[in-house]
C-alpha cells in the first residue's frame, strides 16, 4: 500500500490494482495536464493537475465503495475505473475536447482502446479485470459506473472541491463528505438518501457559480479560443487528431511555438498578450441559427468578419458556447419513499437555469487595435442589432455582471 498526501483529502491510501495502475505511462502521463486549462491566465495557482485529481477520485470512490457496502472484484473495477477515468484526455483537458472529437470521433471518456493494450491491460489482467468492463464504468455504463460517471459521480464531487481550492474561490466548496456517505443504490439507480435534497442543491449550486467564476471566465474562454484556432492549424498540416490525442500540454506548448504558423499564438499565450472582447452577447440578443451553428458555418461568419473589416481571417474569434444545460437537476434524491429528480423536488433548480441562460455569452474575439472595427463589423454580419454588446473592456456605460471581473 502507498500513501499520498494530497492537499484536499489529506492521504490517499492506494493498493492492489491501483498502486500498480499508479505508474504507468498513461497515467503519470496525467502529471503533465493542467486540471483547467487556460483558467491559470485568470487564477495563477490553477495549476493543478489531471493526476492529483484522478487520485482525489480514486480515494472518493474508495469510501463511497466502503459506504455502499460493495466489496470484491465488484470493487476493484470501480477503484481501477476512479483511478483511469482521465486517461483519454488530450492536452490542456477540456479545452479541446471537441476538436480532439471532429478529428478522431473519440471523447476522453472513449478509452476502451487505451485499457485494452500495453501495460495497463496487463495490469488489468494480471489482477483478473477485464479491461472492456473497466472502460465501460469509465463511461458509466451499468449500475456501477453511475459512481465513476454520472449526476452524482465521485468526479463532480472532487473536481469542484479541488478547483475551488486552487483557485481560491469559495463557491465550489461542498460537503463530499456527507455526499458520499448519503449514496444509495434504490432499484438500481444511484441517489441521495432521504433527507438530503438541501445536499444535493448544494452540489447543484456549486457548480453553477463556478461556471461564471471559474470555467467559463471570459479571459480564460479567450485564452481557450486562442489556443483551439492555433492547434486547429497544425491539425490541417502534419499532426494528426490521434498524436493530439496523446499529447500532454508540453508537448503540444513545444509544437506550437516550433511552428511558424503558430510560433506567434504560442508566444501570444505565454506572454498572456490575449486578444480582447470585440463583442460580448446575450443569448435573448443571439439569433437561434448562430447559437447553433456547426463548426464550418461559425468559420465562414469568421473569414466574412475580417473581409469586411479589412483584417487577416486570424485575426476574428468567433466563440460561441453550447446552450445551457443543467444536468444536474436530474440528481436523484429519495423523498417520501420514493425517487425524485432534484428538479422535480427543488424550486431552486429553475432559478438557476435562468440564471444559467443570463449568463450565457457569444464572445468575438480581436487584436486590441482591431476590436472595435471588427465588433461593428460582427454586429451587422451576426445579426447582433442590440445597443451595448460591444466591448474592448469593461467601460462606463457597459453593464458589468459577475463575468466581467478579473483577477489580474
Known amino acids: 500500500m502507498k500513501t499520498i498526501k494530497d492537499s484536499v483529502h489529506d492521504h490517499i491510501e492506494v493498493s492492489e490494482v491501483a498502486q500498480d495502475l499508479l505508474d504507468t505511462k498513461p497515467v503519470q502521463r496525467l502529471r503533465h495536464i493542467r486540471q483547467l486549462g487556460t483558467v491559470d491566465l485568470v487564477y495563477p495557482s490553477a495549476n493543478h493537475t489531471r493526476f492529483e485529481h484522478s487520485l482525489g477520485v480514486y480515494h472518493l470512490a474508495d469510501r463511497a465503495l466502503s459506504h455502499l457496502g460493495i466489496e470484491g472484484r465488484q470493487a476493484e473495477r470501480v477503484r481501477a475505473a476512479a483511478l483511469l477515468h482521465d486517461v483519454g484526455h488530450?492536452?490542456?483537458?477540456?479545452?479541446?475536447?471537441?476538436?480532439?472529437?471532429?478529428?478522431?470521433?473519440?471523447?476522453?471518456?472513449?478509452?476502451?482502446?487505451?485499457?485494452?493494450?500495453g501495460e495497463v491491460a496487463e495490469i488489468l489482467e494480471a489482477h483478473d479485470l477485464d479491461p472492456e468492463r473497466i472502460a465501460g464504468l469509465v463511461a458509466g455504463e451499468g449500475r456501477l459506473g453511475q459512481l465513476v460517471s454520472g449526476e452524482l459521480d465521485v468526479d463532480r464531487m472532487d473536481y469542484l472541491v479541488r478547483d475551488a481550492h486552487h483557485t481560491g474561490v469559495p463557491y465550489g466548496t461542498i460537503d463530499h463528505g456527507r455526499l458520499v456517505r448519503e449514496l444509495r443504490f434504490v432499484d438500481?439507480?444511484?441517489?441521495?438518501?432521504?433527507?438530503?435534497?438541501?445536499?444535493?442543491?448544494?452540489?447543484l449550486l456549486a457548480r453553477a457559480l463556478m461556471n461564471p467564476v471559474?470555467?467559463?471566465?471570459?479571459?480564460?474562454?479567450?485564452?481557450?479560443?486562442?489556443?483551439?484556432?492555433?492547434?486547429?492549424?497544425?491539425?490541417?498540416?502534419?499532426?494528426?487528431?490521434?498524436?493530439?490525442r496523446r499529447m500532454d500540454d508540453h508537448d503540444l506548448l513545444v509544437t506550437l511555438r516550433n511552428d511558424e504558423r503558430t510560433s506567434r499564438d504560442a508566444e501570444r499565450l505565454g506572454r498572456r498578450d490575449l486578444y480582447k472582447r470585440a463583442v460580448w452577447a446575450e443569448l435573448r440578443d443571439t439569433p437561434d441559427e448562430l447559437v447553433d451553428a456547426d463548426h464550418t458555418?461559425?468559420?465562414?461568419?469568421?473569414?466574412?468578419?475580417?473581409?469586411?473589416?479589412?483584417?487577416?481571417?486570424?485575426?476574428?474569434i468567433l466563440d460561441v458556447p453550447a446552450r445551457p444545460t443543467m444536468t444536474e437537476s436530474s440528481t436523484r434524491v429519495v423523498?417520501?419513499?420514493?425517487?425524485?429528480?432534484?428538479?422535480?423536488?427543488?424550486?431552486?433548480?429553475?432559478?438557476?437555469?435562468?440564471?444559467?441562460?443570463?449568463?450565457?455569452?457569444?464572445?468575438?474575439?480581436?487584436?486590441?487595435?482591431?476590436?472595435?472595427?471588427?465588433?461593428?463589423?460582427?454586429?451587422?454580419?451576426?445579426?447582433?442589432?442590440?445597443?451595448?454588446?460591444?466591448?474592448?473592456d469593461v467601460r462606463p456605460g457597459v453593464h458589468a455582471t459577475l463575468d466581467e471581473f478579473s483577477t489580474e
Open 297 to 316: 458555418t461559425v468559420r465562414e461568419w469568421e473569414a466574412e468578419i475580417a473581409e469586411r473589416a479589412g483584417v487577416d481571417a486570424e485575426s476574428v
Open 90 to 117: 488530450g492536452p490542456y483537458s477540456h479545452n479541446l475536447e471537441a476538436l480532439i472529437h471532429r478529428h478522431t470521433g473519440d471523447y476522453h471518456d472513449d478509452v476502451d482502446e487505451l485499457l485494452s493494450r
Open 335 to 392: 423523498v417520501s419513499g420514493e425517487i425524485r429528480p432534484l428538479g422535480r423536488q427543488s424550486t431552486l433548480v429553475e432559478a438557476l437555469k435562468t440564471t444559467q441562460r443570463e449568463q450565457w455569452r457569444l464572445g468575438v474575439y480581436a487584436p486590441a487595435d482591431d476590436a472595435e472595427r471588427i465588433g461593428t463589423v460582427a454586429v451587422s454580419v451576426l445579426g447582433l442589432d442590440i445597443e451595448g454588446t460591444l466591448v474592448s
Open 214 to 244: 471559474v470555467y467559463n471566465h471570459p479571459v480564460a474562454r479567450i485564452g481557450k479560443a486562442m489556443l483551439r484556432r492555433a492547434t486547429e492549424r497544425l491539425l490541417d498540416g502534419d499532426l494528426s487528431g490521434t498524436e493530439l
Open 188 to 203: 438500481g439507480e444511484l441517489a441521495l438518501a432521504a433527507g438530503n435534497v438541501q445536499t444535493a442543491e448544494a452540489l
